[in-house]
């Protein structure tokens, strides 16, 4: 039996975790003196109050080997195969502490850690295709071999409303140079090969903004797996959400588009108003 194990933040719908048997790992936040776990202790709602009344940007980290082998020590015991799927390297530490717990288990040779060098449904797009994989019967080394096909071609990027959490959480080295312009512009960020980086500066009121966005992808959505696109987003209007939704659906190529709400982790670093349409690419 092949178990999957994910960060918390891949920002998949409770809903879809709990119908696949996906086993989530969460990792920590910090509200000035008060430590918690990701969606467990501490949810995205709280966050945004704190980061108001405190006029500063929560921490976050990693959970620990230990916390890890507290949880995969049932998979042992039942002698499960794992495949984990993470958060990329470059953000955090979360798969070198799996990689840690199964050697420090000698059970390495049973999990297969997977990088997917992506963040929130970024990461949700490889675990469903990980879902998908189990499903079908495949084994960890096949599942780990067909997921780095995969990853290449997820498209993960976002508009963010406030710069002030990117900023201040360091995770986006070129927001700093937008920063040091000007509050007005709302950035597009995009995801490659597990790190972020600004590709576009939009200007204007957020639902504008965020139409533009999307319709400035229209030929790569065109292209795009048509299978599933999420919309993830961190507590933005609903009427906005409904308007890019309604332009994904007059594209008529996507079979599932799927609304998710960015859980604690992504939350911290991005802030309020943040909104992106993530997929994969569907070309060779």
Not at 29 to 42: A, M, N, Q, S
Not at 170 to 179: E, H, L, P, W
Not at 257 to 263: F, L, P, Q, S, V
Request: one cysteine or more; charged letters at 30%; proline letters at 2%.
């Amino acid at each position: 039996m092949v178990r999957i194990y994910a960060d918390s933040t891949n920002d998949l719908s409770e809903e879809y975790i709990r119908e696949n048997d996906i086993r989530i790992i969460p990792l920590y936040i910090t509200l000035g003196d008060r430590t918690g776990k990701d969606g467990v202790d501490i949810t995205a709602d709280e966050i945004f109050k704190w980061a108001d009344e405190n006029k500063d940007v929560p921490s976050t980290a990693a959970f620990s080997p230990a916390d890890v082998a507290e949880v995969l020590q049932e998979a042992k015991d039942a002698g499960d195969d794992v495949v984990f799927v993470g958060i990329s390297g470059d953000f955090s530490a979360v798969c070198q502490a799996v990689r840690i717990a199964a050697d420090d288990m000698e059970y390495g040779d049973h999990i297969a850690v997977i990088d997917s060098r992506n963040l929130s449904t970024g990461i949700g797009l490889v675990i469903m295709e990980t879902v998908r994989l189990r499903d079908e019967g495949a084994d960890i080394n096949t599942i780990r071999e067909k997921l780095q096909e995969t990853i290449p071609k997820v498209r993960a990027s976002f508009v963010i409303d406030t710069l002030e959490y990117l900023h201040r959480g360091g995770r986006c080295s070129s927001v700093a140079k937008v920063f040091a312009g000007t509050l007005k512009i709302k950035p597009k960020i995009v995801v490659e090969d597990g790190r972020m980086k600004v590709s576009r500066k939009y200007r204007g009121n957020l639902q504008a903004v965020l139409l533009k966005y999307a319709n400035d992808m229209e030929e790569d959505l065109k292209q795009a797996d048509p299978r599933n696109v999420y919309i993830t987003h961190s507590g933005v209007d609903s009427a906005i959400v409904d308007e890019v939704r309604a332009y994904l659906e007059s594209l008529g190529h996507f079979e599932n588009i799927i609304e998710t709400r960015a859980g604690g982790i992504i939350s911290c670093h991005c802030g309020p108003g943040t909104l992106g349409v993530l997929f994969v690419d569907g070309r060779d």
